[in-house]
């Protein structure tokens, strides 16, 4: 089992930044990739970034591309996710995840960060 926190979540202002971070425990080493995702009221959950731990490497949802950056710290088992330029279309409670290698979906989830972007 994988443990997931999130925390970082708040209200801001258009155009301001917040960073989440994302803490990890159980059987870490069993995870291949961590991904943060959002769901807005009466709307899908979305995929927001993902990022693989063997390689650093990095995918984004097109609409926060240049705005939001995934990162990894190995030696904290956390994700971080820097959002900047925020806008109200962010507004969202916020959810970790975490996929196992040999999985295609995502199998553990945090309880999510509520981040609320004003106009």
């Known amino acids: 089992q994988v443990q997931l926190v999130e925390s970082g979540g708040g209200l801001v202002q258009a155009g301001g930044s917040l960073r989440l971070s994302c803490a990890a425990s159980?059987?870490?080493?069993?995870?291949?990739?961590m991904g943060w995702f959002r769901q807005a009221p009466g709307k899908e959950r979305e995929f927001i970034a993902s990022?693989?731990?063997?390689?650093?490497?990095?995918y984004y949802r097109d609409s926060v591309k240049g705005r939001f950056t995934i990162s990894g710290d190995n030696a904290k088992n956390t994700v971080y996710l820097q959002m900047n330029s925020l806008k109200p279309d962010d507004t969202a409670v916020y959810y970790c995840?975490?996929?196992?290698?040999?999985?295609?979906?995502?199998?553990?989830w945090g309880q999510g960060t509520q981040v609320t972007v004003s106009s």
């Open positions: 159980g059987r870490t080493y069993t995870t291949q990739a």
């Open positions: 995840a975490a996929r196992r290698f040999g999985e295609q979906q995502y199998n553990y």
């Open positions: 990022f693989i731990w063997s390689d650093g490497n990095t």
